[in-house]
């Protein structure tokens, strides 16, 4: 399996990769940040260490999804790299601003769709062409959330960005089809992410209560009693990316502790 | 992926159906022990797959909770994963369905499903242990055919999601989460679609995204991972295994 993972420098993505890696894929990890190529490095030498995993190359790419030139460049050098791609997890992401509608700038509201929506987009482009030249299906996973079912004040571009992605992804999947590539959503709750706890310290200061009071707030919101994971997303990217999710696509599949049922 | 379940002590009910052997045998495949349960006793037996067989009415409270009971015995311990696969489809348009046949259906694919999963679960609290349970419902609860009409098997299958997420909401501060499976066009005994075979492959064209039927192996990959670690952090979610159908 060879696979690229986009928002792959930490968090998420991160950890999406090591599962991939360990379960025998070569990843191409990509990421904004060139922090993306010691992160690969660093998954590189922890999967040839544990020995259990058959992955063989790790490679970190820093690339804006957003961009147009620089992400379909940047796909041409991750399918040069592991020669060819089969899975394409589309994580990157950015939380955008905690505003009000009436209190959004519009070059706010446009970075967050840039990046959730139209980078989804090409990167989906971009690495579909590939998968149907290659003419031996694939899979491709794109993170929206929970927050793309279920709207949040001060979160509607956020929000909108997501529900974009699952709707993007399903239409997407009605077209891959033929190919026999698979195209699914997931939809994580509250993750233990940077990007999450950066939003519970604006929430904090907002509100004049403390980032620990609204860390236990939202444990208290969940039925499961805990944020999520990087581990509990790569579990369920690795359950849709195999042949086990074979009968699956144009589904979003949540996973969020129970916080929304979709 | 062997080993993932090991360890785990499963009860699958409609154990003699396609979806409920396909089911116990990837559980077993993945490590765990699997005790059966079917209402019937001969074709449980023929199975041999390596599981226990329990012939038990899923209808009836106290035959339900003597199975459940008595898994645990054959499993040394409360069963911490159980398959909800019990069920039965009948075609019968609104204006010729009868009330028994309402309540015969309801009484199989959703008070069973009610049933075991209540025993599994006071069981499994009782001792203090997680667990996850897997409903099988379909994609028949997430849409309506004119074509194929089954109005109680429907609504069953609607109501099963309904059951699962409040089994969900309510069992999850004991650590047991409950998730359910929609099958589309699996091929199995059960299904209808393909008895006038150029009307089946007309509706697989254009009405399956995918093209193909799906089989009761793809099912149970589904199953077994929403039992298992890797979907640790699912519960109350509706999972189609469809090929795209409700995608449309």
């Not at chain 1, 987009?121 to 929970?146: E, H, K, P, T, Y």
């Not at chain 1, 956020?158 to 590539?181: M, N, R």
């Not at chain 2, 993932?4 to 409609?14: D, F, I, N, S, Y």
């Not at chain 2, 008895?195 to 089946?200: E, R």
Request: proline content about 4%; hydrophobic content about 50%.
């Amino acid at each position: 399996m060879r696979a690229i993972v986009t928002g792959a420098a930490r968090g998420l993505g991160a950890a999406i990769a090591e599962r991939l890696a360990r379960d025998g894929a070569d990843v191409v990890l990509l990421d904004v940040s060139a922090d993306v190529t010691a992160t690969a490095d660093r998954l590189a030498a922890d999967v040839a260490g544990a020995g259990g995993g058959r992955g063989q190359v790790a490679v970190g790419l820093a690339a804006d999804v957003s961009d147009e030139i620089a992400s379909a460049a940047a796909v041409d050098r991750a399918v040069d790299a592991i020669g060819g791609v089969d899975v394409l997890v589309n994580n990157a992401g950015i939380g955008g601003p905690d505003t009000d509608v009436t209190g959004t700038s519009l070059a706010e509201f446009r970075r967050v769709l840039d990046v959730n929506l139209t980078g989804t987009f090409l990167m989906c482009r971009a690495v579909a062409a590939v998968m149907i030249g290659q003419g031996s299906g694939g899979a491709i996973v794109n993170m929206g959330s929970v927050f793309g079912q279920q709207g949040v004040a001060g979160g509607a571009g956020y929000c909108a960005s997501k529900a974009g992605v699952a709707l993007l992804t399903h239409s997407l999947a009605l077209e891959l089809a033929p190919y026999g590539i698979r195209a699914n959503t997931i939809a994580p709750g509250n993750m233990a992410t940077e990007m999450h706890w950066d939003e519970l310290r604006s929430r904090a200061a907002r509100s004049g209560t403390t980032f620990g009071e609204q860390v236990e707030l939202v444990k208290a919101s969940v039925p499961l009693g805990r944020h999520g994971t990087g581990g509990d997303i790569a579990g369920v990217v690795a359950w849709l990316v195999s042949p086990d999710a074979g009968y699956v696509t144009g589904q979003t599949i949540g996973v969020n502790g129970g916080i929304w049922f979709s | 992926m062997p080993g993932r379940m090991a360890g785990r002590r499963a009860l699958v009910t409609g154990g003699a159906g396609a979806i409920g052997l396909a089911c116990a045998r990837r559980l077993l495949a993945e490590g765990a022990d699997v005790v059966l349960l079917d209402r019937n006793a001969d074709a449980l037996s023929a199975t041999a797959i390596g599981a226990a067989p329990v012939a038990c009415d899923i209808r009836a409270p106290g035959a339900v909770a003597a199975a459940v009971t008595r898994a645990a015995g054959l499993l040394n311990g409360p069963a911490d994963v159980l398959v909800n696969s019990a069920g039965v489809y009948r075609i019968a348009p609104l204006l010729d369905l009868t009330p028994d046949e309402w309540d015969d259906m309801l009484a199989v694919n959703l008070r069973g499903t009610f049933l075991a999963g209540r025993a599994m679960a006071a069981a499994l609290i009782a001792a203090g242990r997680p667990g996850a349970i897997v409903n099988i419902s379909s994609t028949a609860g997430l849409v309506a055919d004119a074509a194929e009409p089954s109005a109680h098997y429907n609504a069953s299958k609607a109501g099963v999601l309904a059951l699962t997420r409040q089994m969900a909401a309510e069992w999850a501060p004991h650590g047991i989460r409950a998730n359910a499976v929609c099958p589309g066009v699996i091929d199995t005994p059960m299904l209808r679609m393909m008895d006038d075979p150029a009307a089946g492959a007309a509706y697989l064209r254009t009405g399956v995204p995918q093209g193909r039927l799906g089989s009761a192996e793809e099912v149970a990959a589904a199953v077994v991972f929403l039992a298992s670690d890797d979907a640790s952090y699912l519960t109350g979610a509706t999972v189609p295994v469809d090929g795209g159908v409700t995608a449309i």
